[in-house]
């Protein structure tokens, strides 16, 4: 199932993440995260995750990401948890880091993605 969703207004994505998590077959977490919004994770990753929180919505042209500040420096939850700077998403969905939904490669293939 791909769903694609490109710079909607927070509200529009909020709606298009709760409907496509409501879709999902398996049990997933949300994490809060700023402006309302929510991560997609694995149970596996939450305690993770929440060990760094607060995590903040970061909204750029390509989407928006959950950030937080790890001594000192900004981080995205989805590099994180691929523990690479170069991570794509299968789905398109930039709040879904499920990891089944995420892969790392090369920056270019990022870009292509």
Known sequence: METTIQK???TEYRIALNEFAAGLRQ??????ISQGMFVLLDESQFQMAV????WFCQVTE???YARTVINGEAVYLH???MD??????HN???LDCRRENLFALG???VMQN
């Open 8 to 10: 909607p207004e927070l």
């Open 27 to 32: 049990k997933v977490s949300r994490l809060p």
């Open 51 to 54: 060990q760094h929180s607060p």
């Open 62 to 64: 390509g989407g928006l």
């Open 79 to 81: 590099q994180l948890i």
């Open 84 to 89: 690479s700077k170069n991570v794509g998403f």
């Open 92 to 94: 398109k969905i930039t």
């Open 107 to 109: 920056r270019r293939g």
